[in-house]
């Protein structure tokens, strides 16, 4: 399994931006698809963004227009842009990965839901104060 790594949280105001990476080692990051979660007080984890091995990416509808994930394969590392933040985007943000057998070997629901990760990051908080 591959070992992920958050870093670039922090806290803004609203209307700010952010950008998280997420740093793997341990395996060929290549073939893993990724993806980014996060976890509000006393919610659910939810998909936030995916990026399959091809690059192609998927986004929540309350994070699309705002946020872009992007993948550098030469580097393992996995980035989400966040502009435009909002008081609703308070969470601990968190890194996720499963290895596929190639690009679309998730479907969209499968991309976004926790349950389909094995491998996580510990997560770095983003908090947004209106």
């Known amino acids: 399994q591959v070992h992920l790594v958050e870093s670039g949280g922090g806290s803004v105001q609203s209307g700010g931006s952010l950008t998280l990476s997420c740093a793997a080692s341990?395996?060929?990051?290549?073939?893993?698809?990724m993806a980014w979660f996060r976890e509000a007080p006393h919610k659910e984890r939810e998909g936030v963004a995916a990026?399959?091995?091809?690059?192609?990416?998927l986004y929540a509808e309350y994070v699309k227009g705002r946020f872009a994930v992007s993948r550098d394969n030469s580097k393992n590392t996995l980035s989400l842009q966040m502009n435009n933040l909002k008081p609703e985007d308070t969470a601990m943000y968190y890194c996720?990965?499963?290895?596929?057998?190639?690009?679309?070997?998730?479907?969209?629901?499968?991309?976004?839901?926790?349950?389909?990760?094995?491998?996580w990051g510990q997560g770095t908080q983003v908090t947004v104060s209106s």
């Open positions: 341990g395996d060929t990051y290549s073939i893993y698809s």
């Open positions: 990026i399959d091995v091809d690059g192609s990416a």
């Open positions: 996720a990965a499963v290895a596929v057998p190639g690009p679309g070997s998730l479907t969209n629901v499968q991309a976004l839901s926790a349950n389909g990760y094995s491998s």
